[in-house]
């Protein structure tokens, strides 16, 4: 199977179909990368970017999550806290964030996110929080974990639907996770990249505080 943008969403889309409805999902994406090839993946279309910290800092740390990833709610709910308190909030470096995800409900879950946020990083991080926060393993119906979190941020339940059947962003945010695996090497979550300097799986703190350091000094 070549692994193009059209063969990936179409099958993430048939995925989210069934794992909403409370059936077990499968991974598209990942059967898509193993059986075909990266060479047709051109650079996606560009989703507003949510970032938080100053545009012209010298050190960008990027992430790379799936909203269902155990270990990305780990880093969000442990590490990214005092990142965001030494250096973020004193305008020292930049964090964008990117949606990795690796199942239909992340992938829903994202779409949910950027619709709510309506191009607000503020927004955007909160809701990101929120949904972080849930159980995903233990929740037996994700749709209405979602309709849930749609109204605590101020939608109703048709504008909640109408952001879930939202197809062009859907779109985007499958589009751009391609690109990142098959051209920045992303495959597995949480991924950062320090300025481009990779780092991998859960990582504490410090090893995030002595390359920021480091590159702060340089």
Known sequence: MIFTRRAVTAAMSLAGVAALSGQ?????????????????VTEPESLPEMALGPADAS???????????????????????????????????????????LDPVAAASSVLSRCIAN????RYFAVTDVLFRQEWS?????RETLNLIGKQAGLDEQEVETCLKDEALFNKIVAERVFAAAKLGINATPTFLINGDKIVGEAPFEEFDKRIKALLKS
């Not at 999902?25 to 060479?39: L, Q, V, Y």
């Not at 191009?119 to 503020?122: I, K, L, N, R």
């Not at 233990?138 to 994700?142: D, H, L």
């Open 24 to 40: 077990s999902p499968f991974h598209p994406i990942a059967e898509a990368m193993a059986n075909g090839t990266a060479g047709n």
């Open 59 to 101: 050190v960008t740390l990027t992430e790379y999550a799936s909203i269902t990833c155990p270990h990305c709610a780990a880093f969000n709910a442990n590490v990214f806290p005092k990142i965001k308190a030494a250096y973020i909030d004193t305008s020292k470096i930049r964090f964008v964030f990117h949606a990795f995800p």
């Open 119 to 122: 191009g607000d990083p503020a």
């Open 138 to 142: 233990k929740v037996t119906k994700p």
